[in-house]
Every structure is written in C-alpha cells, then in structure tokens.
C-alpha cells in the first residue's frame, strides 16, 4: 500500500542535520541508538549526564560514541541563564528562583530547555520515566502551537503488505488525553491526519466507535458523531467518515452493507478513538496480533518536537523515534 518513509527523512536530514537531545545519556539503549546514528552522519545527539559515566558506560558496552555532544546538568555554563529564562516562564505559577534551580537539574527539564534556548532542534525521552514526565516539562516549557489548545499523540503502525512494499496507518490519540472532548478530538484529528501524510499516508479518516452511523446510541456516539461534523466543517478537504465501527472502517465488504455510500469506509487509514483506553488496546492489539510494528508516541501539537519513549523500549526502538523526532523538527 504505502512505503514507509524512513528512507526519505534520513535524506532529509542528510541534507539538514538535526541536534537531539537524550535525557538519558547513560542508558545502554540510548548509547546503542546513539552510535549508530553517528555512523550515520545525519543526526548529531546530545546526550544528558556525567561525561565520565556516559563514556566508561558506552567503553564497557562497546559502543562508539565519539562525536556526541555531552552535557553535564550540574555543570553547564548556561545553568544560571537557563533557571531565570524557565523562573521568568513560571513565576505566574507562583515558581520561585530556588524552585527553578531545583527543577532544571532534573534531566527532562534541562534537556526541554536546551530545547528552548536552540541548543538543540528536538527531544527524546522517557526510556526510564512516565510519558507525563516527558509531556509535563514540554507544556511548561515549549508550550503549545498557536492554534492548539492540547497536546496529544499518534502512533504510526507499519507491516509488509501481501501486494508488496507496506501497509501504513495512523492511530491517535493512544498516549496523552484520557478523555478528550468533541473540540479535542477535532484537534487529534488535524493533528494525526498531518503526522500521518509525513509518513506516506493520504489519510482518511475514522472516527471510532461502538455504532455505525447511527446504529448505536449513547453519549459516547454522540461525541463522535458532533466530532465528525465540527472536523468536516474545520477540515473540509479531509476525507473524514464516522462514527465506525472498526470492521465498518477498514472491510470493503462490512462497508458495503453498513455504510455504502461513503468514500471512507472500509478504507481507512487514520483512527481517531473515543478515549486512551480504547485508543492504547487498540494499537496494542494491533501490534501484538496483527504484526504490525509500532512507532511512537509521536507527540502532537507542541512548538517543537518533543517525543516519548516507552519504558520496555529497545535500542532499535530508540533510533527509529531519534529518526521520526528529528525529521518531524
């Protein structure tokens, strides 16, 4: 169906190299990723923590990482620089300077400023920490696009299709907002539907649910239903189709005899779920039964690219997300 574009973001970033910023420098997986991006020439990572720590960690291991930029929290030139830009940001919240200096130690904040200041392009983390320890310093820090009241997240699943090349497709929002409203999932759709094109996907869009069209009752079906009608009205040159049932949304044949008339149905490539719990199974089952592979949370909707790692993540984990986040910045 589709082809995966991981080839084309790694030209892309040929061509304009991107800093990353690892919030976790010592961490086998990331001194892994790490090395093989170097080998790469396209991606340059900074990596957080104890310069002698990292390297004996990254010498016991066997990985390369000559080339890294390693910066020391606790002992940055810039540190001081740094506590009055994040005091300045969060006095209104009643942040005090000691507070801020205590804060920005922490390596999720300090690296989220490094981003903030342009020391570096864009972040990974979350490989030993909570998805709401990486998303709660971006909100503070890097703060919402103009436009955007929410962040929020996609993942991108990919498998080899029977007719060759990849089956792609686009899930949101499987991570952050646990249950989002119309005007939100209005957004998450925006959102996913533009992650999804960098990806190589034309989307069409989903709405999920436990009816089609009308087949089922309830509040939830409402918010899908009113959902789908604010997103054709902001969005109106995005196929969208909904609410669906899931068969309903990806069988030609179940489409046929539940909703004939629609250009989504039975076609969809881009899933907007009603709520976490039904957007994590989801894409969980997904992974798990039906092969497919996983990538992200790719967070959305923030003034930069700020992306999550799952605690259970390996190091090939890590360098796919490097490569995402990065060509995302």
């Not at 990723?33 to 066997?62: C, Q, T």
């Not at 909570?130 to 996609?154: E, F, H, M, Y």
């Not at 009752?217 to 909904?242: C, F, H, Q, S, T």
């Amino acid at each position: 169906m589709m082809t995966f574009g991981f080839g084309t973001m790694i030209e892309k970033l040929k061509k304009e190299p991107k800093r990353i910023v690892f919030t976790e420098g010592s961490d086998p997986r990331i001194l892994e990723a790490a090395s093989r991006l170097l080998a790469g020439y396209f991606l340059k990572p900074v990596l957080l923590g104890n310069p002698d720590e990292i390297n004996e960690a990254a010498e016991s291991a066997g990985y390369n990482i000559r080339g890294a930029e390693i910066i020391d929290p606790q002992n940055y030139d810039r540190f001081e620089e740094m506590v009055n830009l994040f005091y300045e940001l969060r006095k209104a919240k009643g942040m005090t300077l000691e507070g801020a200096r205590k804060t920005i130690s922490q390596a999720n904040y300090f690296g989220t400023m490094l981003v903030k200041m342009g020391v570096a392009d864009c972040l990974l983390g979350g490989a030993t920490y909570s998805t709401a320890d990486t998303v709660r310093p971006a909100l503070q820090i890097i703060k919402t696009k103009p436009g955007n009241s929410i962040v929020s997240s996609c993942f991108i699943l990919v498998r080899p299709s029977a007719t060759g090349g990849n089956e792609v497709l686009a899930m949101a929002d499987c991570a952050i907002n646990i249950n989002p409203t119309e005007d939100e999932l209005v957004e998450i759709c925006g959102e996913a539907a533009k992650c999804a094109k960098v990806f190589g996907i034309d989307p069409k869009v989903a709405f999920l649910s436990y009816s089609t069209l009308g087949s089922g009752k309830g509040e939830d079906v409402d918010k899908m239903r009113n959902a789908v009608a604010k997103a054709r009205i902001k969005y109106p040159d995005l196929p969208i189709e909904g609410e669906l049932q899931f068969d309903a949304a990806v069988s030609p044949r179940v489409a046929k005899t539940k909703c004939p008339d629609s250009e989504v149905a039975g076609y969809a490539n881009t899933f907007i779920f009603p709520d976490i719990n039904a957007g994590n199974i989801g894409y969980k089952v997904a992974q798990r039964m039906g092969n497919f592979e996983a990538y992200g949370p790719i967070l959305l909707g923030l003034n930069a690219q700020i992306n999550d790692l799952s605690r259970g993540c390996n190091a090939l984990e890590v360098y796919s997300m490097a490569v995402i986040t990065a060509a995302l910045s």
